[in-house]
């Protein structure tokens, strides 16, 4: 407002940023200066009190509003178990686990038995904490739990060791290290 010589005009107290001629009435300008820290202390005194009862009811398990994750439904307000989803996420973790060695024989096998997945939305699955039952975030969110963390971090270990070992083989034969045969 001073920088571009804007005038501002407060009625009730009466304030004039500038004066007459046009130079910055100092008075004006420490109230000024102080009205506008109060509205910003204001601003984020409404946030936190919006956001607070938000928190309390993910850390409840009661859905707060977005997109609702693959195995849940929302009942009543809360988040529970979609039965037919659940199962499906149950089944990719077990194969997962025990039989297949990527994500995308996990989706081609999920597919072949009738669900319609996708290989982005399998890898998600895979990699979402929320199945154990919590998620933090934004906002940390209670779910009921479709996974069980041994079985979940038995996954996410088998991903890290394939993420390695592709991340090695790839760098060998960038280096020359192993050479493809001709």
């Given at each position: 407002?001073?920088?571009?010589k ?8 009466q304030l ?6 046009g130079s910055?009435?100092?008075?004006a300008?420490?109230?000024m ?7 910003k202390?204001?601003m984020?005194?409404?946030?936190k009190?919006?956001k ?9 398990g009661r859905?707060v ?8 439904k ?11 989803e659940?199962d499906?996420?149950r ?5 997962y686990a025990?039989k297949?060695?990527?994500v995308?024989s ?8 009738g669900y319609?997945?996708?290989y982005v ?7 979402n ?6 998620r ?7 779910y009921?739990?479709i996974i069980p963390?041994d079985?979940s971090?038995k996954?996410?270990?088998?991903k890290r060791t ?5 991340t090695?083989t790839h760098n060998?034969l ?9």
């Amino acid at each position: 407002l001073i920088k571009g010589k804007v005038q501002f005009v407060c009625l009730n107290p009466q304030l004039r940023l500038l004066d007459s001629d046009g130079s910055v009435n100092s008075g004006a300008e420490i109230t000024m200066a102080l009205l506008i820290t109060l509205a910003k202390q204001e601003m984020e005194l409404k946030v936190k009190r919006f956001k607070r009862p938000k928190a309390v009811y993910a850390e409840e398990g009661r859905y707060v509003g977005g997109k609702r994750l693959y195995g849940y439904k929302v009942e009543n307000g809360y988040y529970v178990e979609h039965k037919e989803e659940a199962d499906v996420i149950r089944l990719m973790y077990n194969l997962y686990a025990q039989k297949h060695s990527s994500v995308d024989s996990v989706t081609k096998e999920i597919n072949s038995r009738g669900y319609k997945l996708k290989y982005v939305q399998v890898r998600q699955i895979l990699k979402n904490t929320a199945y154990t039952g919590h998620r933090a975030r934004k906002l940390s969110h209670n779910y009921p739990v479709i996974i069980p963390s041994d079985l979940s971090r038995k996954v996410q270990e088998k991903k890290r060791t394939m993420y390695k070992d592709a991340t090695k083989t790839h760098n060998n034969l960038a280096a020359g290290g192993l050479q493809d045969p001709v």
